[in-house]
């Protein structure tokens, strides 16, 4: 009778120069056979750090470097992938210990979600991670070993520093063995110390609490609320706002870069409208309103419909024959909005309204939008970008004139 399998993962980190890093993609990863001998030097390194005791449990080994955001993932997709390619590699049989090196075969892997991102400016911390496999009760021994003396005791050994070396080609700074937890633990550290505190909450949330609602608010006056692997977020417009285009521009600046950063790490982000009812106290009634307003996945802007007091409709204009696009430019942040004046041939303003980038590319989706609704209709468009954001009145509202 077949038991049931468990795995416990750890990583060999391997930090190299910063600059490098920005400069270059990781190292492709390596083939089958470079993989076995990469593959036992760490399990050398892992029954002389751990003891004999190891031997008790296979070892998965991926022979590639990824970054940290794609290891530490709401329901740990790596960990999952490395026990079944174990459980795959018994074939039906009974457990045995054995080590399993994973190569790419011409620079790609089988099964291609085992395949790293390379993406650039990966690093300076590259992980090859790996899972100790074994049925649960001898796993529970190993997981207890690793997490309080792998990161104290994990000096790799001078064989493992040499072998780094030559078949990624690569200068580490420094080696280490860390658990999973101790990843998420240095990850907490290093958001802190960034002033992402509130990211981290978020991630932790994602990938420990999933079924819980998390709400967590910034000093800036960012609202995020975690649920089940997404996290949502009410998008405002400079109107709704109501403040200083300074403080707009820190409160959107921190919205972007937090949505990146979720996303880096597989949580998905879905931004919504902000009804009053989102920012209620209450975490049920928050998240029920963000989730009925949530705006849809491929939506990459937003459009503001506040419009001047003689407009019949939202965009629709039959006698608009100018169209006027004002970029509103941010030094930190590039286009945060389009304002779009509608004018009739003499002149006359018809309305007025503001389209918001929610991606990198909803600048360029708002612009080919603008064209083809210029084109449909017959009018004159043109993109003013004056390299700054126009306001008028206070509290500071968007204008194109």
């Known amino acids: 009778m077949n038991v049931a399998l468990s795995a416990t993962p750890a990583a060999l980190a391997v930090e190299i120069d910063p600059s490098i890093a920005l ?5 492709e990863p390596l083939n089958r056979e470079s993989a076995e001998i990469l593959a036992n030097v760490i399990a050398d390194d892992l029954r002389r750090i751990l003891g004999d005791e190891v ?20 329901g740990l997709p790596m960990v999952e992938l490395m026990l079944d390619l174990y459980r795959g590699s018994l074939r039906g049989g009974l457990f045995e210990p054995q080590l399993l090196a994973l190569g790419s075969a011409a620079g790609r ?13 990966t690093g300076p911390l590259l992980l090859i991670p790996f899972s100790l496999v074994a049925p649960g009760p001898k796993i529970d021994a190993i997981r207890q070993s690793i997490e309080s003396d792998l990161l104290e005791k994990g000096k790799p050994a001078l064989l493992t520093d040499r072998t780094i070396r030559q078949l990624f080609g690569i200068e580490p700074l420094n080696l280490t063995y860390a658990s999973f937890n101790d990843l998420s633990a240095m990850l907490k550290v290093q958001l802190d110390y960034v002033g992402f505190g509130a990211l ?12 819980e609602i998390t709400i967590q608010k910034t000093d800036l006056r960012n609202l995020f609320i975690a649920h089940a692997g997404q996290v949502f977020s009410p998008f405002l417009t400079l109107d709704q ?9 820190q409160w959107l600046k921190m919205q972007r870069q937090t949505m990146a950063m979720l996303k880096a790490h597989g949580v998905e982000f879905i931004e919504c ?5 989102i920012f209620a106290e209450n975490v049920e009634v928050a998240l029920s309103v963000a989730q009925a307003h949530a705006m849809a996945n491929d939506q990459s802007f937003f459009e503001e419909r506040s419009a001047t007091d003689n407009t019949t409709g939202p965009i629709d204009q039959p006698n608009a024959s100018h ?17 779009i004046t509608l004018q009739t041939e003499n002149g006359e303003v018809l309305a007025q309204l503001n389209d918001y980038p929610l991606r990198p590319d909803g600048a360029q989706d708002i612009l080919q939008t603008w064209e083809k609704y210029a084109a449909a209709h017959d009018a004159e468009l043109n993109v003013m970008k004056p390299k700054r954001i126009l306001t008028a009145g206070n509290p500071p509202k968007l204008t194109g004139r």
């Open 241 to 249: 706002w109501a403040d200083s285009v300074e403080s707009y521009e």
């Open 200 to 211: 981290w909450s978020l991630l932790e949330a994602s990938l420990y609490r999933p079924d």
């Open 273 to 277: 409208t902000a009804p009053d009812g």
């Open 323 to 339: 169209i006027l696009l004002t970029e509103q430019w941010s030094d930190d942040l590039g286009p945060i909005a389009y304002t």
């Open 55 to 74: 031997m008790q449990a296979g070892i998965v080994v991926p022979a590639a470097l990824y970054g940290i955001t794609e290891l530490i993932r709401p």
């Open 109 to 121: 892997f089988a099964p291609p979600a085992l395949a790293p991102q390379r993406a650039p400016g």
């Open 23 to 27: 400069q270059n993609l990781p190292p």
